[in-house]
């Protein structure tokens, strides 16, 4: 199983500034298959980032994700006040599907 | 516009059973595979299973191999789990997913349903 460890576990910063959300494998990710997903209190998660650095219909070019391998990143250029959530990493690249523990992004 | 629409949770005794529904519109439902993912209470995902598009193939984590089944109906549109024996560690918001492309990822996902196993 690969196990994917997210971190910090919560980052706060203010609107505007840029947010750096990070997500490691215990080992190689299969073809970068990667992906990124944002869940806001009482809501289901969201689909931002595919394959690595895909972003998925309709979400704001402010997301962003980089990396291979084992080591992956979640950028949000400037933070808006809707983008305050809880983010998680997925791997697909092995069995079983396995989520990260999540990084929860406040207001400082 | 695509819609997942969970239904059947509740409250129920340890060792009891319970089926889920999701029932899907919107799309081509029998093109997709889909998925059941969970969340406990404060916690954060674990995927449970998930279906090819036809039903031919089912995938369970290890947590519930053996006691839940995956099936979908597609003359009907809607995607099952069937749980058996379930265990208080089965308590969580029940969500059912697409899969966009077969690979694993999901987008989007319904509403969720809560399961709570409680004596």
């Known amino acids: 199983e690969i196990v994917l460890t997210q971190s910090p576990g919560t980052l706060s910063l203010s609107p505007g500034e840029r947010a750096t959300l990070s997500c490691r494998a215990s080992?190689?990710?299969?073809?970068?298959?990667l992906a990124w997903y944002q869940q806001k209190p009482g809501q289901a998660p969201r689909l931002l980032i595919s394959?690595?650095?895909s972003r998925a219909t309709g979400i704001p070019d402010r997301f962003s994700g980089s990396g291979s391998g084992t080591d992956f990143t979640l950028t949000i250029s400037r933070l808006d006040p809707e983008d305050f959530a809880v983010y998680y990493c997925?791997?697909?690249?092995?069995?079983?599907?396995?989520f990260g523990g999540g990084t929860k992004v406040e207001i400082k | 516009e695509v819609q997942l629409l969970e239904s059947g949770g509740g409250l129920v005794q340890p060792g009891g059973s319970l089926r889920l529904s999701c029932a899907a519109s919107g799309f081509s439902f029998s093109s997709y595979a889909m998925s059941w993912v969970r969340q406990a209470p404060g916690k954060g995902l674990e995927w449970v299973s998930a279906i090819s598009d036809s039903g031919g193939n089912t995938y369970y984590g290890d947590s519930v191999k053996g006691r839940f089944t995956i099936s979908r109906d597609n003359s009907k549109s809607t995607l099952y789990l069937q749980m058996n024996s379930l265990r208080a560690e089965d308590t969580a918001l029940y969500y059912c997913a697409k899969e966009p492309s077969a690979t694993g990822y999901f987008d989007p996902w319904g509403q969720g349903t809560l399961v709570t196993v409680s004596s």
């Open positions: 997925q791997q697909y690249g092995g069995s079983p599907l396995t």
């Open positions: 394959g690595a650095s």
């Open positions: 080992q190689s990710v299969r073809n970068n298959y």
